[in-house]
Structures are given as C-alpha cells and as structure tokens.
C-alpha cells in the first residue's frame, strides 16, 4: 500500500494559476510562492455574503491519540462537491511543525484526499508561522527591554507579566525558563517559558481579524501585566503592535493550493482547538465563500473543542452562519472508547463498538444544542469489518441522523460522492437557526458553565485559588463579556483524559484563566492541558529524511 507522499508524488500538480481560474481569480490579484501556491489579496472575503454559497463545517467524535481523519474528509468532500457539479473549496488550517515532528504527523489530509504540495504545507509554507513566531517575540523582547530601560520605563512589574515566547516546536523542556541571567547587561532575571506557537495570542488575533487595521488595534490590545503601582499595560503602551502589524503584512493573506483532484484549497492560520480556537482564519473562509458555491472548513479535534470554539467564538465574531455539519466518526475512535486497547483497533470488536458508541451520541446531541442538523460521516478504514460499518450507520439511523459510509483516502471525492449528496440535501434545507450556546453578557462562570454542563456533560464546575484571582482579574479589567475559549484535553469530553467513551457524574476544573484581551476571549485552561507540548519517545521525526536529489521521505 503507498504511503500518504508516494501518492502525492504520483500526481501532476497544476499551476497555482490554473486552480485560481477556476475560482475566476485572474493571474493580476495572485502573490505567486512558486508555481504551486500563492497568496490572496483580502478584497475577495468582503463579498463573501453576496452569492449565497453554503458553508459546511466538518467535526468530529472524541479521537484517539493518532486523529480519525477530519482533515481527510473534509478534503474528500470538497472534491465530490465538485465531481457531482458543486463549485466548492475546502478551507483547512496551517500544519504546525510541533505535531509533524511530533505524534500526529502533518496536517495535509490523507491517501487521494490531500492538499498539495504536501511538503511544502508540512513543513515552512509560505512562512506565515515564521511571522506569527517573530512578532510574537518582539512584543517579548520589547516588555524586557522596558524593564531594563531607564529613560523609558512603564514601571512594569515582572512578577505580573504573562506574556511569554513562543516557538514552533514540541519541547518541555521550555515550559518554565528563567531569562536574564548573566549580570547587569543582560536583562532582569525574571520567570517567564515559552508556549507553542500554535498556541500564541497573535496566531488567535490573525485568525479572527477582519483586515489589518482590526489586526493592529487587536495587537495592541494584548494584555502584558501590571505596573507596580497596578496599573495594566498592554501592546500599545510599549508602541509595539505597529512593527508586530508589519511583521505580519503577509501572512494575514490567505494562502491558495490545491488538492489531488485539483480542488481549490485555502490553508490559512493554524491554531490547536485543545489550547487555542482550532479553526482557520475568518479573512480564508470569508474569501472562499465569496468565490464559491461550498465552502467545506474543519474545526480541530472533536466536536466539544474545535467546533464549539468554531460556533460560540468564529461565527460570532465573524457573523458567520453555517449551513450544514459533518460530524466524522471512526470504528477504530469508537471501539478505543468502549474500551479497547490503542493497540488492537484493527481487531473486530462488537463489544467495545457498542460501548464506544455512545461518545458518538453525545456529540450528535451536542450538534443539536446549537440548532443545527448533523450528517454523519463513518470515515472507512480498510481494517473495518462490514459488521462494524453496518452497526454505526444502523445505530444513526435509528437516530434520524444522516449517515454515510466515506472512503476517501482510498477513493479520493468518489469515495464521498453519497456523503456529498446528502450535505446537499442537508443545507438546501437549512433554517438558518444557528444560535450560540452562551450570550456574551453572560458572567464568565455562566459562560463555562453552559459548555461543561452542555457540551461536556459535566454536573459542576470547580475554580481552583487561582483561577478565582484570575477571574477577579478579567472582571477588573473590564472583560467580563469576553467569549471564552476553553483549553481542555482532547482525549476525552472530561477534562481528564482517562475517562473515555460518554462519562458521567464528573467535575470540570479550572486550575488558571489566561487573558486573551487582543483576541477577545479568556482562556479557562483545565485539568493538566499544557499550552507547549512534549516529543513522544519516539518522535515522528526519527522516520524524516531527504536525499541527495532533495527527495523528502517520512512525513505523512
């Protein structure tokens, strides 16, 4: 069986030009990277609502730790849209580098369901991740100039600065660093770390700005800390978001690719939906909406993380409303959450499917709490027994739920060609009744609340010492009616990754809230999420290599 880069390497890429044609974008408006990927300009998304083209969201049931394949759908879908005569365009997120060397591999979808040039997406991109990383850390690099300036000092006080560094790359050990040693030159020594980039304000801001005037203003309404006179400081204290702005000139363009069946493909921003928003840029999906009939996105992870964020905070504050919801479930993801060993989901099961199905239920359930009808997408693995298969889309059924059996990583849009009839079907009769959970004039513990208790299935919610100061702290800041972006494992609808299927009778805890004031959320991070993650013992770099043609092989 080829592997996810032999067969991309089968295919004959065509030029970026030609893809954009199709999208009627003349050669004049494309920022060429290359033959096979260009930047977009940001007039297109302003008439994303003047043709009327349905916007479908792809989630999915709670993964195991390898992911179930919502970025493959999402792409499979795409092109059988377009094989049954749909204009659409699939809108995905940027791959981090974290993941790619890390457990998950990339991020380019799978088999004949890929964005391509799947290196290059894989790894540096048109280098967008590089310019959320610098203009991040110049605002770092800035504060701790202040602290050692004399003549212009804010008074900053170190001990309250919560803004840290940020890389692209999986390393605990740089979770907690202590920056400045070396004498008076160089620096005041101080707490500080590093997160993730993925995980980084700035990744959130450039996701939910509207042109780079809302980006500027965004930038310099990021909370830094307090003076020791207590007073705040942000960003544009320090006139730090005019540089962080032009670090950022280009990458706030939506990038154009395309798939194996030369679908139109828009990768943009890429933040993680367990500790950040987990979707793409409004600015990418605005755009393909307005040159499409379908725009196909994904929201990261399952359906409590990435598509919640996606519903309570993307289409809020994108006034965005979507027309239909794919959810993605797997065998092999229900049978782990019934029980089964990581280790022999390729086993048939009964038993363990049949407990693990309930996870699935819950997510459906959790679709309707926002007035919106899901269609489910069973994504086949050729270790899938028929009985399997026929148990979950019985089980749908039975729920008067839309189901699909989809085999796009073996058959590319052919494979999702019934799935994409029945999305058709779905968003034609979309009411258009899409309401978000929570009222932002909701306190911020009603706002938690309403998630743990709906969407997680939780009895309480409990507020650690600490989380209670930094709710008085949002509070005193005046950000009381942030919407609120929840950092929660993605192992489980818990915030403990242990408890697997649908689990019951459980409390969600909220052990600290980081202020997110230039996004415009706050950040309740739960149980032992970490915002920089670490390598497994066996990173999936081991496998990485090139040759002496520059041949890239490992990455998948």
Same mark, same amino acid.
């Given at each position: 069986?080829?592997?996810?880069?032999?067969?991309?390497?089968?295919?004959?890429?065509?030029?970026?030009?030609?893809?954009?044609?199709?999208?009627?974008?003349?050669?004049?408006?494309?920022?060429?990277?290359?033959?096979?990927?260009? $930047?977009?300009?940001?007039?297109?998304?302003?008439?994303?609502?003047?043709?009327?083209?349905?916007?479908?969201?792809?989630?999915?049931?709670?993964?195991?730790?390898?992911?179930?394949?919502?970025?493959?759908? =999402?792409?499979?879908?795409?092109?059988?849209?377009?094989?049954?005569?749909?204009?659409?365009? &699939?809108?995905?997120?940027?791959?981090?580098?974290?993941?790619?060397?890390?457990?998950?591999?990339?991020?380019?979808?799978?088999?004949?369901?890929?964005?391509?040039?799947?290196?290059?997406?894989?790894?540096?991109?048109?280098?967008?991740?590089?310019?959320?990383?610098?203009?991040?850390?110049?605002?770092?690099?800035?504060?701790?100039?202040?602290?050692?300036?004399?003549?212009?000092?804010?008074?900053?006080?170190?001990?309250?600065?919560?803004? #840290?560094? &940020?890389?692209?790359?999986?390393?605990?050990?740089?979770?907690?660093?202590?920056?400045?040693?070396?004498?008076?030159?160089?620096?005041?020594?101080?707490?500080?770390?590093?997160?993730?980039?993925?995980?980084?304000?700035?990744?959130?801001?450039?996701?939910? =700005?509207?042109?780079?005037?809302?980006?500027?203003?965004?930038?310099?309404?990021?909370?830094?800390?307090?003076?020791?006179?207590?007073?705040?400081?942000?960003?544009?204290?320090?006139?730090?978001?005019?540089?962080?702005?032009?670090?950022? %000139?280009?990458?706030?363009?939506?990038?154009?690719?395309?798939?194996?069946?030369?679908?139109?493909?828009? &990768?943009?921003?890429?933040?993680?939906?367990?500790?950040?928003?987990?979707?793409?840029?409004?600015?990418?999906?605005?755009?393909?909406?307005?040159?499409?009939?379908?725009?196909?996105?994904?929201?990261?992870?399952?359906?409590?993380? !990435?598509?919640?964020?996606?519903?309570?905070?993307?289409?809020?504050?994108?006034?965005?409303?979507?027309?239909?919801?794919?959810? *993605?479930?797997?065998?092999?993801?229900?049978?782990?959450?019934?029980?089964?060993?990581? $280790?022999?989901?390729?086993?048939?099961?009964?038993?363990?499917?049949?407990?693990?199905?309930?996870?699935?239920?819950?997510?459906?359930?959790?679709?309707?709490?926002?007035?919106?009808?899901?269609? *489910?997408?069973?994504?086949?693995?050729?270790?899938?027994?028929?009985?399997?298969?026929?148990?979950? #889309?019985?089980?749908?059924?039975?729920?008067?739920?839309?189901?699909?059996?989809?085999?796009?990583?073996?058959?590319?849009?052919?494979?999702?060609?019934?799935?994409?009839?029945?999305? &058709?079907?779905?968003?034609?009769?979309?009411?258009?009744?899409?309401?978000?959970?929570?009222?932002?004039?909701?306190?911020?513990?009603?706002?938690?609340?309403?998630?743990?208790?709906?969407?997680?299935?939780? *009895?309480?919610?409990?507020?650690?010492? %600490?989380?209670?100061?930094?709710?008085?702290?949002?509070?005193?800041?005046?950000?009381?009616?942030?919407?609120?972006?929840?950092?929660?494992?993605?192992?489980?609808?818990?915030?403990?990754?242990?408890?697997? !299927?649908?689990?019951?009778?459980?409390?969600?805890?909220?052990?600290?809230?980081?202020?997110?004031?230039?996004?415009?959320?706050?950040?309740?991070?739960?149980?032992?999420?970490?915002?920089?993650?670490?390598?497994?013992?066996?990173?999936? =770099?081991?496998?990485?290599?090139?040759?002496?043609?520059?041949?890239? =092989?490992?990455?998948?």
């Amino acid at each position: 069986m080829a592997t996810d880069i032999e067969i991309a390497r089968q295919i004959k890429l065509k030029p970026i030009t030609e893809i954009a044609a199709q999208l009627g974008i003349g050669e004049d408006d494309l920022e060429l990277y290359g033959k096979y990927k260009a $930047k977009l300009p940001l007039t297109f998304k302003d008439n994303y609502d003047k043709n009327g083209c349905k916007l479908i969201l792809v989630s999915a049931i709670s993964p195991t730790p390898a992911g179930e394949g919502k970025t493959t759908v =999402s792409i499979g879908l795409a092109q059988a849209l377009n094989r049954i005569g749909k204009k659409a365009t &699939v809108v995905l997120r940027e791959p981090s580098l974290g993941p790619v060397f890390g457990i998950k591999g990339g991020a380019t979808g799978g088999g004949y369901s890929q964005v391509l040039p799947m290196e290059d997406i894989n790894l540096h991109f048109t280098g967008d991740f590089s310019a959320i990383e610098k203009a991040h850390n110049l605002l770092a690099a800035l504060i701790d100039n202040n602290i050692q300036s004399k003549k212009h000092s804010l008074g900053l006080d170190p001990r309250t600065i919560s803004w #840290k560094r &940020v890389m692209d790359m999986n390393d605990r050990s740089l979770r907690k660093i202590v920056t400045g040693l070396g004498g008076t030159t160089s620096g005041v020594p101080r707490e500080t770390g590093f997160d993730i980039t993925a995980a980084s304000e700035v990744m959130a801001i450039l996701c939910v =700005s509207n042109n780079i005037q809302d980006l500027k203003t965004r930038l310099g309404n990021i909370f830094i800390g307090y003076t020791y006179d207590k007073r705040p400081i942000y960003a544009r204290d320090l006139n730090a978001h005019g540089a962080m702005a032009a670090l950022l %000139k280009d990458a706030i363009k939506p990038n154009l690719v395309q798939t194996i069946e030369g679908t139109p493909a828009i &990768v943009h921003g890429g933040p993680f939906a367990n500790i950040a928003q987990g979707t793409n840029t409004i600015i990418a999906t605005k755009t393909a909406m307005a040159l499409s009939e379908y725009t196909i996105t994904e929201a990261g992870f399952g359906f409590d993380l !990435g598509a919640e964020k996606f519903l309570d905070i993307k289409c809020r504050f994108g006034g965005l409303s979507p027309n239909g919801v794919v959810l *993605v479930a797997t065998v092999r993801a229900l049978k782990y959450h019934g029980g089964a060993d990581l $280790k022999e989901l390729t086993t048939p099961n009964m038993e363990a499917l049949k407990k693990g199905i309930l996870n699935l239920q819950k997510h459906i359930e959790n679709i309707k709490a926002f007035n919106l009808t899901p269609v *489910v997408a069973i994504n086949r693995f050729a270790t899938d027994s028929e009985e399997e298969l026929q148990y979950v #889309k019985q089980y749908c059924e039975e729920l008067g739920v839309a189901v699909s059996i989809s085999n796009v990583w073996g058959e590319g849009g052919k494979g999702a060609e019934e799935l994409a009839e029945l999305v &058709v079907e779905a968003a034609s009769t979309c009411c258009n009744q899409f309401k978000p959970l929570y009222e932002l004039e909701d306190s911020i513990e009603n706002k938690i609340e309403k998630i743990a208790k709906t969407i997680y299935g939780a *009895v309480a919610v409990d507020y650690t010492p %600490k989380a209670k100061n930094h709710l008085k702290r949002a509070y005193d800041l005046g950000f009381g009616n942030f919407a609120v972006c929840v950092a929660k494992t993605q192992k489980s609808l818990s915030d403990n990754p242990k408890l697997l !299927g649908r689990p019951k009778d459980f409390v969600i805890t909220v052990r600290e809230i980081e202020v997110a004031s230039g996004a415009g959320f706050l950040i309740p991070i739960t149980g032992d999420i970490m915002r920089m993650p670490g390598l497994p013992e066996e990173p999936a =770099s081991n496998n990485i290599d090139i040759d002496e043609n520059g041949e890239i =092989s490992g990455l998948f």
